[in-house]
């Protein structure tokens, strides 16, 4: 029997690819996921599947004495950082208190590790390039919530002794990736995009940068790390370094997927306009030589997949907050 683990979000995009590798690596993974953002199609053979929320306290108690979790593997979570302002109660609900739901479980049932993805976001804006030792100042109630459960980590930590690992990946795209949601994930949007005839919808002028990451250089590492005594207790950025601009990419996801669209510039919305990090630490703790997959050749494998998987239809958020800000587009698909 390998080690028991629990994977939340596994059936959604970077949750499902990391199960996987677990998976591979000989672990005994449990995946749980509410499907909000993922598919059941994405959970990974070999996994068992249970459907449902990773913040009912009677559910996460009833899986950690079915199955003695060594390892939480927390990838759940509704990673729309731009709309976070707009959904500050769901935002917080799902991305910092399911996140101290778990945590509380771990500490009870003396669990080894709790493996958590962060995000870039927690750094802010016009800390370039972004590295580890920076002091976080995010910006947006997603990076916020995201920044609180790295600090409430550490407490445990130091409270009760529980081992942790955070990861701060950004702009991750790959197969499995959520096509249809049109909050997030701008590779997936434009795929989706193309898919329909639709133009390709940039906010402002294209010319913010982010550099996009391959999942297959992310998931591995994310997989591995319970097993890397270096890792523990420590935060790392994971993902590619070099920036691409918006208006660059278009043409990229274009040319992936062998289709010409117009673009249609859209009003600008309050977002970091540059963000990209530096991943010397995990590099070295890692033992990481293989240079990141490059964009054209990881749009091309996403292209292939687009293809196949067809295009999906978006669905709007059903639960808007706060109105005043919000991007024309984005109110248009607002159900009340």
């Not at 701060?168 to 434009?190: A, C, E, K, M, S």
């Not at 391959?214 to 591995?220: E, F, L, R, T």
Request: aromatic share 8%; hydrophobic share 45%.
């Amino acid at each position: 029997m390998g080690v028991p683990v629990l994977v939340t979000g596994g059936a959604g995009f970077i949750g499902s690819h990391v199960a996987r590798h677990l998976i591979a690596n000989g672990c005994e993974v449990v995946v749980l996921d509410d499907c909000s953002g993922g598919f059941r199609e994405n959970v990974p053979e070999g996994a068992r599947f249970v459907v449902g929320d990773a913040g009912d306290p009677d559910l996460i108690e009833t899986l950690f004495r079915a199955h003695a979790f060594q390892q939480i593997f927390h990838l759940a979570a509704y990673a729309a950082e731009g709309l976070s302002h707009f959904i500050r109660r769901y935002n917080y609900t799902n991305n910092l208190l399911v996140s101290t739901t778990l945590l509380n479980a771990a500490v009870r049932h003396k669990v080894k590790t709790f493996v958590f993805t962060s995000s870039i976001a927690v750094y802010g804006r016009n800390q370039l390039p972004m590295t580890e030792v920076l002091e976080p100042r995010p910006e947006d109630p997603y990076g916020i919530a995201k920044y609180a459960v790295e600090l409430d980590l550490r407490a445990a930590h130091e409270m009760f002794g529980l081992d942790w690992i955070v990861f701060r990946p950004h702009n991750v795209y790959g197969t499995n990736q959520n096509l249809g949601d049109p909050y997030r994930n701008v590779i997936g949007i434009f795929m989706n995009q193309i898919m329909q005839g639709k133009p390709l919808t940039i906010f402002g002028d294209g010319s913010q940068t982010r550099a996009f990451s391959h999942i297959d250089d992310v998931a591995p590492v994310i997989a591995r790390s319970i097993d890397v005594p270096g890792a523990r207790n420590q935060v790392f950025n994971i993902g590619a370094d070099a920036p691409v601009s918006v208006n660059d990419l278009a043409r990229a996801v274009m040319k992936a997927m062998g289709r010409e669209v117009a673009i249609d510039h859209l009003p600008a919305r309050n977002e970091v306009i540059h963000a990209f990090a530096d991943h010397g630490k995990v590099r070295q703790v890692f033992g990481l030589t293989n240079a990141p997959i490059s964009v054209e050749d990881g749009l091309h494998e996403m292209a292939d997949w687009a293809w196949k998987a067809g295009p999906r239809q978006g669905k709007p958020f059903t639960g808007i907050e706060i109105e005043d800000g919000l991007p024309p587009s984005w109110k248009k698909l607002t159900i009340r």
